[in-house]
């Protein structure tokens, strides 16, 4: 299940977690980033031990905008990081977001 991002302070409890967690920023207009969302929540609704929260661009876009400052990647959307530690281990933007990258991304990370 992905969660809606409510705040730096949620983002951060992510980064922090033991274990590696998924951010996604999504466009609520882009077709795009609607397949992205899918693929995100397909590889979800079959690891669904993992963590994993969303910002929607237009409904939060300083949240948005503070997600890639934090992380220290130029905005795009959609963006998917997998993070672990405080940090980015790896991230994909717009058709590179699927549930194979994605397994096959956790599955080297451990």
């Known amino acids: ?3 809606t991002l409510n705040g730096q302070e949620h983002v951060e409890q992510l980064l922090a977690g ?3 967690a998924w951010i996604l920023k ?3 207009i882009c077709p795009t980033s609607g397949a992205a969302l899918s693929e995100v929540e397909s590889y979800l609704a079959a690891h669904p031990g993992e963590a994993a929260g969303m ?4 409904t939060d876009r300083p949240l948005s905008n ?3 400052t934090r992380l220290g990647r130029v905005h795009q959307s959609p963006q998917l990081f997998l993070v672990r530690a405080g940090t980015v281990a790896w991230s994909a933007s ?3 977001i699927t549930a194979a990258a994605m397994a096959a991304e956790r599955a080297r990370l451990g």
Do not use: F, K, L, Y
């Open 55 to 58: 910002v929607v661009v237009q």
């Open 1 to 3: 299940m992905i969660e």
């Open 18 to 20: 033991p274990a590696p």
């Open 26 to 28: 999504h466009s609520s």
């Open 66 to 68: 503070w997600i890639a």
């Open 94 to 96: 717009h058709w590179s």
